[in-house]
């Protein structure tokens, strides 16, 4: 974890299959077959290389995102739950109310 | 000395990488540079090995330091 600090390792950390590293993964695969497509190459067939490697190295960079954005949320969230603690008078509990209490009377026009 | 000739590249060694035709070549897809595809692949399987021991040892911190294990 080069750019995430030592507490981040509390959190969970994301599956090798995860959103970042799917998208990341397939702009990796579409940026080589775009590259086979502008060599006026075989999209699919050629340099099967590339596309592995591009694919992979959009995963590995998708897997990290994913955790640092993980980090960034639930750094949001533990100050957002600190200032709800510190400030309760901000934030009163409401008591629920029924559908009754709050739809308009129905006037049927028939 | 004008200006101008201070630009010129009498050098006998041109610093710029160029093709030179008696040399150069088309690029050949069935005579494939397998040096490069054997790093491409190399590397291929090793960043997938990094990410699979990068996923393990974060597992394991998690476990360790929530006190699951």
Avoid at chain 1, 3 to 29: Q, Y
Avoid at chain 1, 38 to 56: I, S
Wanted: glycine share 6%; proline share 8%.
């Amino acid at each position: 974890m080069g750019l995430l600090p030592d507490e981040a390792k509390v959190l969970p950390p994301p599956g090798i299959v995860n959103r970042n590293s799917v998208w990341f993964g397939l702009c990796g695969w579409a940026t080589a077959m775009l590259h086979n497509s502008l060599n006026r190459r075989p999209a699919l067939k050629a340099g099967v290389h590339r596309q592995a490697l591009f694919t992979t190295v959009g995963w590995f960079i998708g897997y990290h995102l994913t955790k640092y954005e993980n980090y960034k949320y639930a750094t949001l969230d533990r100050d957002m739950n600190e200032y709800m603690r510190l400030h309760p008078e901000q934030f009163p509990e409401k008591e629920p109310k029924t559908f009754a209490e709050i739809v308009e009377p129905f006037h049927p026009i028939r | 000395m004008p200006v101008g000739r201070l630009f010129l590249k009498t050098s006998a060694v041109s610093k710029m990488f160029s093709r030179n035709s008696f040399i150069a070549s088309k690029p050949d897809p069935s005579k494939p540079n397998m040096l490069r595809v054997g790093l491409a692949f190399g590397s291929t399987a090793v960043l997938w090995a990094l990410l699979f021991k990068q996923h393990r040892t974060d597992v394991h911190e998690y476990k360790t330091r929530n006190g699951l294990e």
